[in-house]
């Protein structure tokens, strides 16, 4: 099992920047696919980024693409979101996620963090 706390959340005016951390636990960290999601109360989970095993492939939601990066540091067990050029709508609580191989041609994002509150200001 691995164990995942997010944290850099906070309040920010738009147009301004955050960086969150995901910091696992457990001994298989490097061998997940890891992904970042966010929601808002009442709205359903949304993905917004996730980057592979070994940090060399990174998919993005369109509403974040050009404005998020996604990127790990598997020596020390971290993940990362660079969020640039905050809007409004990017307010939701934030949380990271292992992908787990269920079988040949079955993944699933197994493991949860918390989650961190992220708020834009107009």
């Known amino acids: 099992q691995v164990q995942l706390v997010e944290s850099g959340g906070g309040l920010v005016q738009a147009g301004g920047s955050l960086r969150l951390s995901c910091a696992g636990s457990g001994r298989d960290f490097g061998s997940y696919t890891m992904g970042w999601f966010r929601q808002v109360p009442g709205k359903e989970r949304e993905f917004v980024a996730a980057?592979?095993?070994?940090?060399?492939?990174?998919d993005y939601a369109d509403s974040v693409k050009g404005r998020f990066t996604i990127s790990r540091d598997n020596a020390k067990n971290t993940v990362f979101l660079q969020m640039n050029s905050l809007k409004p709508e990017d307010t939701a609580v934030y949380a990271c996620a292992a992908r787990v191989m269920l079988s040949l041609a079955r993944y699933e994002y197994r493991y949860w963090g918390q989650g961190t509150q992220v708020t834009v200001s107009s």
């Open positions: 980057i592979r095993r070994d940090g060399l492939s990174t």
